[in-house]
């Protein structure tokens, strides 16, 4: 019997992400893959976009990002818990505070428990390193060590940073449609060392993680 995810768009920044998602679904013709650009506001704009074109039961983002120190490795996989916007709020003298303390909303969106949880036990069973929990989007991408730490210590658990999932997820809640968000690790968060990369190994975690919510899905 299949899920009740009949139709599910999947939303890439950049093309690469685009191809790695399309191979791992293997032509299965359930999934509307697009690649919408960097940062938040164009994954929201292509995904709104999208949603609107076409009746959908569930939106994706998917892509690399960097892991938090202790929790995910370079080449492993993460599936969102929430999607948090991690920078959107104000300064202020005691520190940053989000837009949730100050009354204007949320920069949190959960992802719906069971599928999220299905997701990640699959990938588990099948001997790939991956974990569920909270994954951080921010508009400019981590370069130093004390913003990692801050990051941290701001989203308590937080195991990856990218930089397109909140958009996603606020356009499917636009929608009244639910979301949900992969990251295969190319990097750590913290210190800018791009020798230090992996990003061909993450785009075939990328894949994998895809025919793994193929058949979570099916």
């Known amino acids: 019997m299949r899920s009740g995810y009949r139709r599910i768009l999947v939303v890439t920044a950049v ?3 685009r191809d790695a998602v399309v191979r791992g679904l293997g032509g299965d ?16 704009a292509g995904a709104a976009r999208a949603l609107a074109a076409r ?15 202790g929790r995910a490795g370079v080449g ?4 969102a818990s929430e999607m948090i916007a991690a920078d959107l709020g104000a300064e202020t003298p005691e520190g940053f505070r989000s837009v949730d303390e100050l009354g204007f909303g949320s920069a949190r ?22 974990i569920l929990g909270p994954i ?44 949900l968000e992969i990251r295969a690790i190319s990097n750590a968060v913290g210190p800018r060392d791009r020798s230090a990369w992996r990003i061909a190994d993450a785009l075939r975690a990328l894949e994998q993680a895809a025919s793994h919510l193929s058949e979570v899905l099916s």
């Open 55 to 69: 009746e959908y039961d569930l939106a994706v983002s998917a892509g690399i990002g960097g892991g938090f120190a």
């Open 136 to 179: 951080v989007t921010v508009s400019t991408a981590t370069g130093t060590a004390a913003t990692a730490a801050e990051l941290g210590a701001r989203v308590p658990g937080a195991a990856a940073e990218a930089m397109e999932g909140y958009g996603v997820a606020v356009a499917a809640q636009a929608f009244g449609l639910p979301a």
């Open 76 to 79: 492993s996989l993460v599936v």
């Open 109 to 130: 969106i959960a992802a719906p428990a069971e599928l999220a949880a299905r997701l990640s036990e699959s990938l588990v069973t099948a001997g790939c390193a991956a």
């Open 29 to 44: 013709s359930r999934f509307d893959v697009v690649a919408a650009g960097v940062g938040p506001a164009a994954a929201a």
């Open 15 to 17: 093309a690469a992400e």
